[in-house]
């Protein structure tokens, strides 16, 4: 984490509202995400993408991450790989995982005073079977997925969810692995922090000025939960 102590004890406790990625933020996914297209675009006899390009996408609703793949590619060859894609994925959808840290953290920042939400390129019904996988969902008062609303980076995701809660941007914190997460918050005008071991690499992120960044999930909660000091 690269922020001074005078700007950490402006930050901290300022936030009322956590919006948290899903996909290599609180779930260990992205390396099954990115296999799962490379295998998809195999199933359909196109070249599988590179794995740099797959990790690019991820946080993408499913359809804007194909056409952004295969930008040349028809409604009906897209829809071919979104089936192939899911059928690998769900085949080892039960294999998955929260990141170390996750179940712990979410009470005690619940407990803290925070609302918890989740912003995510999910599709509804991925999201809610992963939450039902791994029995978190009660600690989100509201989740928000890609076939729900414009994919990120556009800010309707995040936009509903402060309404939702009656949250003022200047009081939300973006939380996520990606640069659409972090563009999504500067869309939206709330505030960002990177998480360093998803999806995209932290060189990348940084350009969009995260408040700070965390290369575990234990340390993103120590930061939010440290009490503030004179």
Same mark, same amino acid.
């Given at each position: ?31 099954a ?18 794995l740099?390009?797959?990790?690019? *996408?991820?946080?993408? =609703? ?7 793949? +295969?930008? #040349?590619?028809?409604? &009906? ?30 009470p ?6 925070y609302?918890?939400?989740i ?21 989100f ?23 939702y809660? *009656?949250?003022d941007? =200047?009081?939300?914190l973006?939380?996520?692995?990606? +640069?659409h #997460?972090l563009?999504l &918050? ?8 990177a998480l360093?071991?998803?999806?995209h690499?932290?060189e990348?992120m940084?350009?969009l ?22």
């Open positions: 984490m690269t922020i001074n102590s005078q700007i950490e004890h402006r930050v901290r406790h300022r936030y009322d509202l956590l919006v948290f990625d899903w996909d290599g933020t609180l779930m260990d996914s992205t390396s995400i990115a296999r799962s297209l490379q295998n998809g675009f195999r199933d359909v006899g196109l070249p599988a993408p590179s740099h390009d797959c990790n690019y *996408v991820i946080g993408y =609703g499913l359809k804007e991450a194909m056409l952004y793949l +295969t930008p #040349d590619s028809d409604e &009906a060859e897209v829809v071919r790989l979104v089936d192939a894609y899911k059928h690998h994925f769900f085949s080892g959808e039960q294999k998955l995982a929260l990141f170390d840290g996750v179940i712990e953290a979410l005690r920042l619940r407990e803290a005073g609302t918890l939400a912003a995510t390129g999910k599709a509804r019904a991925g999201l809610n079977r992963m939450l039902e996988m791994t029995g978190i969902g009660d600690f008062e509201v989740t928000r997925c890609a076939d729900e609303a414009f994919s990120k980076p556009h800010p309707a995701m995040l936009e509903y969810i402060l309404d809660t *009656v949250t941007a =200047g009081r939300a973006m939380i996520g692995d990606t +640069t #997460d563009q &918050a500067i869309n939206a005008g709330t505030h960002s922090a360093t071991y998803g999806a690499p932290l990348e940084l350009p000025k995260p408040v700070a960044h965390f290369d575990d999930f234990p340390s993103l909660a120590g930061w939010l939960l440290q009490e503030d000091v004179a």
